[in-house]
């Protein structure tokens, strides 16, 4: 047991480390990290480790933190940060990017995500791929939205043509947050759920890695990688398409969940403190 709280540590500040850069980039303090943490502490204890049957009560909340309870009941009244409005807007935009990429009635014979007029009849249009993908969202938002992030290029004739394979706001800061939260998050749920006692079932968690690479040999690697990422998460976005029931309403079946896949690149300079 002691070994284990001894990795686990160590897992937890290899985790912080990155984290904690871009907090100090972003004029965040520990202050702020502090209660932040105090927030979070509290409610995973009060939702995730409750003992059937019975009420969470401040008591246990506060031996399982080690919090003090008068700690525990003024986290247990602050309500969590609002980033709805973010994840909302993020969501509508890379779900319009997905289903032109993988929407057969806005391809080309080739494939490929054809150039859309803004708005036409008996034809595909950029204001029809809104209203499939995007809800009630008005299309002309969400076409100024995409132009702003580089995702889309509007075109001498009034066409519209998709840049990018996947809605990655570069020059937005706030956007880039909240996809690093989803996604780290997305993550460290799959890590923690194959490090559960008695896992039966582990999702899958792998990776590709050699630590003595020249540099030289790593921007071909950066780009064939990517390439091939892509090809395969277009091949999955297909699957998954055709059992989501918000694309396709005939799915049958219960609950409503949350899948997917993630693929990331990686590079650092070697370090003989790391292995």
Known sequence: MADNRRLLFNAILRVLRPLVRVMLRNGTTYGDFADLTKWVFVDVARQDFKIPGR????????VITGLTRKEVARQLEIGRPDDSALQHQYNRAAKVISGWRRDHRFQGVDGEPLELPFEAQDAPCFSELVRRF???????????????????????????ALVTSSYVPAGDESQKLLIMGTDTEFLLNTLDHNLQPGQNAPFFQRKVYADNVPEEALPAFLQVSAQKAQALLDELDRYLLARDRDENPAVEGTGRMEAGIGIYYFEKPWSETDS
């Open 134 to 160: 995007s809800g009630d969202m008005p299309a002309r938002a969400v076409l100024d939205e995409l132009v702003r992030v580089g995702s889309v290029t509007k075109l001498d004739d009034g066409r519209i």
């Open 55 to 62: 009420k969470q009560s401040t008591s246990r909340i506060s």
